[in-house]
């Protein structure tokens, strides 16, 4: 079956700007979480939602913010962007958004964003 | 506050030989930890997991050991493949947090052939 989805894969926008990025999770996953990778920092949690809800969130400003739709497809939006924005935007999807033995979250391949 | 910690940004190995990747984490009560496979331009893969009431786990040529004692966790990868290069991700949960993941830094690792 179609892995997650994310679109688009690279996007260059210029400060002040505001970015929305994609991501359709696996078919039947309900869960859908956002992760921030920037070099040497590893991959920063930014939420998670479920079933349209948001259900968890990371420390991240105001200007981060996401919906999902009743697909479970998902949306991120930045708003005035800034250079330290510039990362690897990850999602992934889960069945129930509970990282146990039997579950297991599946990451698509990113959006890199520049911010100029 | 960087509570998963993998201290060696880069490792590299002989294939055939051993590779061991090393994590510490500082929250006690995270209860399931992770390791992921991420190559370039990919995103990252689950790999192997362990429970915290775990000690070891196993998984073909990987192995995941647990000290919950030390708060340290390792990847034993046997033999190195070439194919294992990749950056791999250490990562942490708690049953309550849903999939909040919180990763390490990452390690390169290099297997020369």
């Known amino acids: 079956k179609a892995g997650v989805t994310q679109t688009p894969r690279y996007l260059i926008k210029t400060r002040g700007q505001q970015v929305t990025l994609s991501c359709s999770p696996i078919s039947g996953h309900r869960s859908v979480s956002w992760y921030q990778q920037t070099p040497g920092q590893g991959l920063q949690f930014l939420f998670e939602y479920f079933s349209e809800t948001q259900r968890n969130k990371g420390n991240f400003p105001g200007r981060f913010s996401g919906r999902q739709f009743s697909n479970s497809r998902s949306e991120m939006n930045v708003s005035t962007l800034e250079l330290g924005d510039s990362a690897l935007y990850l999602c992934?999807?889960?069945?129930?958004?509970?990282?146990?033995?039997?579950?297991?979250?599946?990451f698509g391949s990113g959006t890199q964003l520049s911010v100029l | 506050d960087q509570q998963v910690k993998q201290n060696s940004p880069s490792l590299s190995v002989q294939e055939g030989r051993i590779s061991i990747l090393n994590c510490d984490y500082t929250n006690s009560m995270f209860d399931y930890f992770l390791w992921y496979k991420k190559y370039p331009a990919e995103g990252p893969t689950f790999l192997i997991s362990i429970s915290s009431i775990k000690d070891k786990n196993e998984d073909g040529r990987f192995t995941v050991f647990l000290n919950k004692s030390a708060k340290h966790l390792s990847l034993h990868i046997v033999p190195s493949q070439p194919g294992d290069s990749a950056v791999y991700f250490c990562?942490?949960?708690?049953?309550?947090?849903?999939?909040?993941?919180?990763f390490g830094e990452g390690t390169q690792l290099t297997v020369n052939p």
């Open positions: 990562a942490a949960s708690e049953y309550t947090s849903g999939s909040r993941l919180t």
């Open positions: 992934a999807s889960s069945f129930t958004g509970t990282a146990t033995t039997n579950e297991k979250l599946f």
